[in-house]
């Protein structure tokens, strides 16, 4: 019941997503400054074939991490005009969930299951060692190379 409330009160107050400050926006704070400027990086180098971006948050609630990265995506438009050719990377830290939002201009590169296998294969493993910072690193690199 709780949750329908929540739900309801963020319906009646209107929701507020972070602003794209950058490359990488870490409003959980999880990510070391060294690696912060390697992700920036790494972001960057990705064009023009398309463009990356990284959220890190501590929650999507009341809405799940599918519902937020759809509205994400849609707020912060990633990728090229007419190509919709964006990546968002986007941590849930204390909801321990984890997405990979595709836009259709590289879904032929990165598909649903290629996503599964990066978060699972490169992302997941460094945070069941606590390291938020070389996990987002991991994944970001296979997304990079998936895009060649």
């Known amino acids: 019941m709780k949750k329908w409330w929540l739900f309801f009160l963020v319906f009646l107050v209107g929701f507020t997503l972070p602003e794209p400050t950058g490359y990488v926006v870490d409003n ?22 398309a463009q990356i971006a990284i959220l890190t948050i501590s929650s999507t609630q009341p809405y799940s991490i599918e519902q937020y ?26 909801d321990r969930k984890v997405r990979i939002e595709i836009g259709r201009g590289v879904e032929d590169k990165i598909t649903d299951a290629k996503a599964g296998r990066i978060i699972q294969n490169n992302i997941v493993p460094f945070f069941k060692q606590g390291n938020y910072s070389e996990g ?5 690199n296979a997304i990079k190379e998936a895009l060649k």
Do not use: T
């Open 28 to 49: 959980a704070k999880i990510i070391s400054s060294q690696v912060f400027s390697q992700l920036e990086q790494i972001c960057k180098s990705v064009k023009p074939n």
């Open 69 to 94: 990265s759809i509205k994400l995506a849609e707020k912060w438009k990633v990728g090229y005009a007419g190509k919709d050719n964006g990546v968002i990377l986007i941590v849930a830290k204390d």
């Open 136 to 140: 987002i690193l991991s994944g970001i």
